[in-house]
C-alpha cells in the first residue's frame, strides 16, 4: 500500500516536472514578443542622436543710398550714418531663410523697407580706403543663412544697394525710429541724448551751452557757414533760432517757464493760450484739490459759467490737441485713434515732457468741479 502510494506521489512531480511553464506558453504563442535574439542582428535598433544646435551668424551689413561701384569714404560714412543708412550687425544663423533676411533687414534699416524694386548684396575686395564692389549672386530661394556664412567669412562687411530706387541722404532727427536700437550718450553742452556713433560729430557742431533759462538759450557762431543756418529752427514760443535737432528739447523746456499771464486772456492767439493753460498745470506745489476760480482777463463775467467754459476748453485740447509745435506738427496731440476710442500717444518726447502729466491734472480738476456743481445743486 506505502509502494503504491509513492509511486502515484512521484508520477505527479513528473508530470508537474514535465509542464511547461507560464514563460515558455507565451514564447510559444507570440514569439516575436517574447523570444530572446541571440546573435547580430540584421537592422539594429536607431539611436536618437539630438541635433547640433546652429551656432549663430553674426554678419555686418551696410546700406548704400544707391548703386555704387566702390565703398563709400570716411565722409560719406558720415553722411549715411546721419541719414539712418550705414553699418548695423544682424544677429542670424545658418537656417535663416530670405524671407527671415529680410525682415531683420527692415528692423535694421527702416528705409529699407519702402523699397519696393528690390535690393542686392554686394562685397568688397580686401585693402584699405575706397574698395571695389563685387556682386553677391542669389541662388533660386534668394539670400540664405549658408550664402552669408561663406561671403561674410573674415567679417567681411556686405553692402545692401536698392535696384531702381535711391535712398534719402538727408540727416534725420535723433528722436527717429532708425536711432532706436543704437546705444545713446548725454550731450554734456545741450543735454540731449544722442545716439552713440554720432556723439563725436555731434559735440563739433553743437553751439548750445546751457538749457533752461531764458538767459542762456543758444550760442550761436556768428561765422557759421550758410548750411549750419539752414539747419536751424524757429522756436514758435520764443520766437528764437535753435539747431533742428535741439528744437523738441528746448521746447520741453520753454513750455515750463513761469506763465505769460496769471489770468487767462481771451484776446490772445491760440497759441500763447495753450502756452499759458500748460504752464499752469506744469505748475509745482499746487494743491490740485482746492477749488479752481477762473476769470477772463478783459472781461468783467466772472462764476460757475467762467469756470464751466474753463474745463470745457481744457477737456477739448485734450481731445483735439495743442496748438503748439512740438514735434514737427502744427498741432500736438496727445492722444490718437478714434472719436470714441482714444488711445495715449506713443511718443516718448510727450511722455518725457511731462505732457500726460498735464493731462492727468486736467482731467482731475475738472471732474472734482463737475462733483462740486453736482453736490451743491
Not at 539630438?50 to 549663430?56: E, F, G, I, N
Not at 495753450?274 to 477749488?291: C, H
Not at 477762473?294 to 464751466?308: F, H
Request: charged share 20%.
Amino acid at each position: 500500500m506505502i509502494n503504491k502510494y509513492s509511486w502515484i506521489q512521484s508520477c505527479r512531480e513528473q508530470r508537474q516536472t514535465e509542464r511547461p511553464s507560464h514563460q515558455m506558453e507565451m514564447t510559444r504563442s507570440f514569439p516575436g514578443l517574447f523570444t530572446k535574439g541571440r546573435g547580430k542582428r540584421r537592422f539594429p535598433a536607431a539611436n536618437l542622436v539630438p541635433a547640433k544646435r546652429l551656432k549663430p551668424l553674426d554678419v555686418a551689413f551696410y546700406l548704400l543710398p544707391k548703386q555704387c561701384e566702390k565703398t563709400p569714404k570716411e565722409q560719406e560714412q558720415i553722411v549715411h550714418m546721419h541719414a539712418g543708412l550705414g553699418r548695423r550687425t544682424a544677429h542670424l544663423d545658418e537656417s535663416t531663410t530670405h524671407e527671415e533676411l529680410c525682415d531683420a533687414l527692415k528692423v535694421l534699416f527702416p528705409k529699407l523697407g519702402a523699397v519696393t524694386g528690390g535690393w542686392l548684396l554686394y562685397k568688397s575686395a580686401g585693402g584699405w580706403g575706397s574698395r571695389k564692389l563685387s556682386l553677391v549672386a542669389p541662388d533660386d530661394t534668394g539670400y540664405t543663412g549658408m550664402i552669408l556664412k561663406s561671403v561674410s567669412r573674415g567679417a567681411k562687411i556686405l553692402f545692401i544697394a536698392p535696384i531702381h530706387e535711391e535712398l534719402s541722404t538727408n540727416p534725420l532727427p535723433l528722436t527717429d525710429e532708425a536711432f532706436s536700437s543704437m546705444p545713446k550718450a548725454t550731450c554734456q553742452k545741450c543735454g540731449v541724448a544722442v545716439p552713440l556713433p554720432l556723439l563725436t560729430e555731434h559735440i563739433k557742431s553743437c553751439d548750445v551751452m546751457y538749457v533752461g533759462s531764458d538767459d542762456n538759450l543758444a550760442n550761436v557762431d556768428s561765422s557759421e557757414p550758410d548750411d549750419r543756418k539752414s539747419d536751424m529752427q524757429e522756436c514758435p514760443v520764443c520766437t528764437k533760432m535753435f539747431p533742428t535737432d535741439f528744437i523738441e528739447v528746448h521746447a520741453s523746456s520753454c513750455v515750463e517757464r513761469a506763465p505769460y499771464f496769471s489770468a487767462w486772456t481771451s484776446e490772445k492767439a491760440l497759441l500763447n493760450m495753450d502756452m499759458a493753460l500748460i504752464s499752469f498745470y506744469k505748475s509745482p506745489n499746487v494743491e490740485w484739490g482746492r477749488p479752481l476760480n477762473c476769470k477772463l482777463e478783459g472781461d468783467t463775467a466772472i462764476g460757475q459759467g467762467v469756470t464751466r467754459f474753463f474745463f470745457s476748453t481744457c477737456m477739448e485740447k485734450l481731445k483735439s490737441g495743442f496748438c503748439i509745435n512740438f514735434a514737427n506738427s502744427n498741432v500736438t496731440q496727445l492722444f490718437e485713434g478714434e472719436p470714441g476710442h482714444l488711445v495715449p500717444s506713443a511718443s516718448h518726447f510727450l511722455v518725457e515732457s511731462d505732457m500726460f502729466l498735464v493731462a492727468g491734472r486736467m482731467s482731475f480738476t475738472a471732474f472734482l468741479f463737475r462733483r462740486h456743481m453736482t453736490n451743491g445743486a
